[in-house]
């Protein structure tokens, strides 16, 4: 299979990353394939769930659940040098990847982490990390790093789970800076109370994932594109970017029906292209 090829990718991803710094009234947006986006805001960055490997097609090459890249790596993790915060929402690898991390960490050595508390000590693990580095939050937390102030918000993959001391194992998080508000939901499916949590943030970008849920992948579900629309505009958000998908081919959805379904729900949206940036001057 011939993979989908970035629109930007390796050096001439950084090129446009160098190009893009503005000041604090601008921000921009890399999407780095499945759940993965670069902010970069006020000469600072902050990576949210990235996966840069083929950890998971190498883990299940030759079972019945092949993951077959569809996109081809837009860049290696090592390139990263100048990442301020990085993110992880749960602790699936396509959001928690040591083969992702490690490499990071070594680059950006005063790096922080943002991290669901309940999953500390597994997060330590597979990153070879003091169990100190991370930084937790449990739902309606708040803290604010390197000028990112981020509240996490109970994700449902497939129901809110918590820890013995009530944490929840899954994450969105609300990222504050500037004059912007941001909202990345990992992966989730719509729960009762969601939008009560949401719309009192003022949302201006939201970024849902659309790959649904089908027993059939035996993976938990998330959000298909009539729903994440639907949520989008149930919260307010001013415009609403599709992710989790043109990844595995397991395990995806076609952006097509997306961008139908916000055509008809009349909600704003963007979808990009691996490797291409949005910026909010243009909301």
Same mark, same amino acid.
């Given at each position: 299979?011939?993979?989908?090829?970035?629109?930007?990718?390796?050096?001439?991803?950084?090129?446009?990353?160098r190009k893009a710094?503005?000041?604090?009234?601008?921000?921009?947006?890399?999407?780095?394939?499945?759940?993965?986006?670069?902010?970069?805001?006020?000469?600072?960055?902050?990576?949210?769930?990235?996966?840069?490997?083929?950890?998971?097609?190498?883990?299940?090459?030759?079972?019945?659940?092949?993951?077959?890249?569809?996109?081809?790596?837009?860049?290696?993790?090592?390139?990263?040098?100048?990442i301020d915060v990085?993110?992880?929402?749960?602790?699936?690898?396509?959001?928690?990847?040591?083969e992702t991390l490690?490499?990071?960490?070594?680059?950006?050595?005063?790096?922080?982490?943002?991290?669901?508390?309940?999953?500390?000590?597994?997060?330590?693990?597979?990153?070879?990390? +003091? !169990?100190?580095?991370?930084?937790?939050? *449990?739902?309606?937390?708040?803290?604010? @790093?390197?000028?990112? #102030?981020?509240? %996490?918000?109970?994700?449902?993959?497939?129901?809110?789970?918590?820890?013995?001391?009530?944490?929840?194992?899954?994450?969105?998080?609300?990222?504050?800076?500037?004059?912007?508000?941001?909202?990345?939901?990992?992966?989730?499916?719509?729960?009762?109370?969601?939008?009560?949590?949401?719309?009192?943030?003022?949302?201006?970008?939201?970024?849902?994932?659309?790959?649904?849920? +089908? !027993?059939?992948?035996?993976?938990?579900? *998330?959000?298909?594109?009539?729903?994440? @629309?639907?949520?989008? #505009?149930?919260? %307010?958000?001013?415009?609403?970017?599709?992710?989790?998908?043109?990844?595995?081919?397991?395990?995806?959805?076609?952006?097509?029906?997306?961008?139908?379904?916000?055509?008809?729900?009349?909600?704003?949206?963007?979808?990009?292209?691996?490797?291409?940036?949005?910026?909010?001057?243009?909301?």
């Amino acid at each position: 299979m011939e993979l989908i090829q970035p629109k930007l990718k390796d050096e001439a991803l950084l090129a446009d990353i160098r190009k893009a710094r503005q000041n604090e009234h601008i921000f921009h947006l890399w999407w780095l394939g499945q759940s993965g986006y670069l902010i970069q805001w006020n000469d600072k960055y902050l990576l949210i769930d990235p996966y840069l490997s083929d950890s998971l097609t190498k883990k299940y090459a030759n079972t019945e659940k092949p993951h077959i890249r569809m996109t081809e790596r837009v860049i290696n993790p090592a390139q990263l040098d100048f990442i301020d915060v990085v993110t992880s929402s749960h602790n699936h690898t396509d959001h928690l990847d040591g083969e992702t991390l490690i490499p990071l960490m070594k680059v950006n050595p005063d790096m922080k982490m943002i991290i669901p508390e309940a999953n500390r000590a597994f997060v330590a693990n597979r990153i070879k990390a +003091d !169990p100190d580095f991370p930084i937790g939050l *449990n739902k309606g937390e708040n803290v604010e @790093v390197e000028g990112f #102030r981020f509240t %996490g918000i109970p994700a449902a993959h497939e129901e809110i789970e918590r820890d013995e001391e009530g944490h929840c194992k899954f994450l969105g998080y609300v990222m504050q800076f500037g004059n912007w508000t941001l909202y990345h939901s990992g992966d989730t499916l719509w729960y009762d109370g969601m939008v009560e949590k949401l719309k009192p943030f003022a949302i201006d970008v939201a970024i849902l994932p659309i790959n649904g849920r +089908d !027993p059939k992948r035996k993976v938990a579900g *998330n959000l298909n594109a009539k729903q994440a @629309v639907a949520l989008s #505009r149930e919260i %307010g958000a001013r415009l609403v970017i599709p992710c989790h998908y043109d990844m595995f081919t397991f395990n995806t959805a076609d952006p097509d029906e997306f961008m139908k379904e916000a055509e008809a729900q009349k909600q704003p949206y963007k979808v990009l292209q691996c490797g291409e940036r949005w910026s909010s001057n243009s909301l």
